[in-house]
């Protein structure tokens, strides 16, 4: 079966520092994709940045990166110099291929991170 | 360009009654799935729609349905509302399978 984990339920920044988030999956499935999303208070969920498991380079979208380790299975997002609005809650998705194509993610739990001025 | 809509933004509802909700994807998108967020379960997976087919289903009780539109609109219908059922519905797009889903803002539910 497919899983995320997010082990960290929240974290702490200072303002302009980078940040890593944490993110670790397990699947059998031999094609994955990996996503992040932002949530902040408002509830919408904001995409972030995504890597396929085939992508030979890590994936970057502005200041966003995945430091993605596939041996490792972990996909963690890192967030250089951050800013206040960056203060939300972070998803880590998965989407498999196993038994079909399919657009189904499967979300972790979480981190809530907070940036301080 | 227009992102994923969802409407109504809020809804109250009481024990019993159904409801139906709303999701219109960005322009040209033909896949919509559905998601529902609550405090103890977290994000879970309802159903995906390609096409106007159902692709997918979560492990979620008949009360629960859906469909899509041939303009890939999609509405999600729970019947039959229980307190359990209160929860933020969220909708995601993507052009196709296998592509980047896009969310909307959601439908925060209430089940009083």
């Known amino acids: 079966a497919q899983k995320i984990t997010q082990t960290q339920p929240g974290m702490f920044v200072q303002e302009k520092e980078a940040v890593t988030l944490d993110c670790t999956y397990d699947?059998?499935?031999?094609?994955?994709?990996l996503f992040w999303y932002k949530q902040p208070s408002s509830g919408e969920m904001i995409f972030l940045i995504y890597?396929?498991?085939?992508?030979?380079q890590n994936a970057t979208e502005g200041r966003y990166s995945l430091n993605f380790q596939k041996a490792r299975k972990s996909a963690n997002l890192v967030i250089s110099a951050s800013q206040l609005g960056d203060s939300a809650m972070y998803f880590c998705?998965?989407?498999?291929?196993?038994?079909?194509?399919?657009?189904?993610?499967?979300f972790g739990t979480g981190t809530l991170l907070a940036v301080q001025p | 360009k227009a992102g994923v809509t969802q409407t109504p933004r809020y809804l109250i509802k009481t024990r019993g009654q159904q409801v139906t909700l709303s999701c219109s994807p960005i322009s040209g998108h033909r896949s919509v799935s559905w998601y529902q967020q609550t405090p103890g379960q977290g994000l879970q997976f309802l159903f995906e729609y390609f096409s106007e087919t159902q692709r997918n289903k979560g492990n979620f009780p008949g009360r629960f349905s859906g469909r899509q539109f041939s303009n890939s609109r999609s509405e999600m219908n729970v019947s039959t509302l229980e307190l359990g059922d209160s929860a933020l519905y969220l909708c995601?797009?993507?052009?196709?399978?296998?592509?980047?889903?896009?969310f909307g803002s959601g439908t925060q539910l209430s089940v009083l």
């Open positions: 995601a797009s993507a052009l196709g399978i296998n592509e980047k889903l896009f």
């Open positions: 890597q396929g498991s085939y992508d030979q």
């Open positions: 998705a998965m989407r498999g291929v196993y038994g079909g194509a399919t657009n189904k993610l499967i």
């Open positions: 699947t059998s499935d031999p094609s994955y994709g």
